[in-house]
Nanobody, 123 residues
Framework: QVQLEESGGGLVQAGDSLKLSCAFSGPRYALGWFRQAPGKEREFVAGISRGGPIIKYADSVKGRFTISRDNAVNTVYLAMNSLKPEDTGVYYC???????????????????WGQGTQVTVSS
């Protein structure tokens, strides 16, 4: 059974930084971060391949967010800098059991999901 558990969310002010963590169990699948704001669809934020060399970001976070993983401790991270109110939402980590040497960005591509952690950015 594949399980994922996010942590690290909270309330911050615009311009602040926050680092999210996601502990995963099971195979070391490609992992992605998604977020969902109230009244909006869930959107892709960033993804990282099984070994870590392939990374993909949404245009809205490129240059501000950094995804990384430490397979030795079964954890994927999302370091968020220069946060904006538009970054507010529930952040989910998810696992893609199919991708080997690519990052996919559709919600339907991911098989397993965490419960989410709330990130709120005030202006």
């Amino acid at each position: 059974q594949v399980q994922l558990e996010e942590s690290g969310g909270g309330l911050v002010q615009a311009g602040d930084s926050l680092k999210l963590s996601c502990a995963f169990s099971g195979p070391r699948y490609a992992l992605g971060w998604f977020r969902q704001a109230p009244g909006k669809e869930r959107e892709f934020v960033a993804g990282i391949s099984r070994g870590g060399p392939i990374i993909k970001y949404a245009d809205s976070v490129k240059g501000r967010f950094t995804i990384s993983r430490d397979n030795a401790v079964n954890t994927v991270y999302l370091a968020m800098n220069s946060l904006k109110p538009e970054d507010t939402g529930v952040y989910y980590c998810a696992a893609d059991s199919v991708a080997l040497f690519e990052i996919r960005d559709r919600e339907s591509n991911y098989d397993y999901w965490g419960q989410g952690t709330q990130v709120t950015v005030s202006s």
